[in-house]
């Protein structure tokens, strides 16, 4: 018998001063039975660095031919694919030539290190590409935050990020490993 994705529902209001943009969403998050804490909240990251009303969240784990995060426009032509983790560089190229713009956010300290070595040569042609790594302290502190139902402030400000609920604040660190040549994604 196959295990149910369990399903997070998170308020996340936003200030994202640095591009004007200032929106509460209601989010509901499918997290695949494979799928960690710190794993979904850096998705929930990437929407909050990102967020539009077009943008939503893909099958992710659950389905290889979408990405964790996408934004459409009205013709369904992908506009921004967002992957979070370690993608493969198959993975990767597949994304660029079907996007627009491409964002990656890999996490996981010195495995994104050994990840991006192995990666880095092989993309650095795809131009509207920009991978940024979460720091694992910030990753981790973010995943402490993860609750079944959530009610979260992000406030974006001079490329600093903060996320918090009632009782904690965390500050978010992002190392930019390729910024994108194109229309910048991130940060």
Not at 40 to 52: D, V, W
Request: glycine share 6%.
């Amino acid at each position: 018998m196959a295990l149910k994705s369990t399903v997070y529902k998170a308020e996340l209001q936003i200030a994202d001063i640095d591009r004007g943009y200032y929106q509460t969403h209601a989010l509901t998050i499918a997290r695949h039975p494979s799928e960690t804490d710190e794993r979904m909240m850096i998705r929930l990251l990437a929407f909050a660095l990102h967020a539009s009303e077009s943008l939503g969240f893909g099958k992710g784990l659950s389905d290889t031919d979408e990405p964790d995060l996408w934004e459409k426009d009205l013709t369904d032509a992908i506009q921004l694919w967002i992957e979070v983790g370690q993608p493969d560089e198959t993975r990767i190229r597949k994304a660029c030539n079907r996007a627009g713009r491409v964002a990656i956010f890999p996490y996981d300290g010195h495995a994104t290190q050994v990840w991006w070595s192995g990666v880095a040569n092989k993309v650095e042609r795809h131009r509207h590409l920009e991978v940024v790594a979460v720091d694992a302290a910030s990753s981790t502190a973010l995943a402490a935050l993860a609750q079944r139902s959530m009610r979260l402030q992000v406030t974006i400000q001079d490329g600093e990020i903060w996320i918090g609920d009632d009782t904690r604040r965390v500050a978010i660190v992002l190392q930019p490993l390729k910024p994108a040549e194109r229309q910048s994604v991130r940060p």
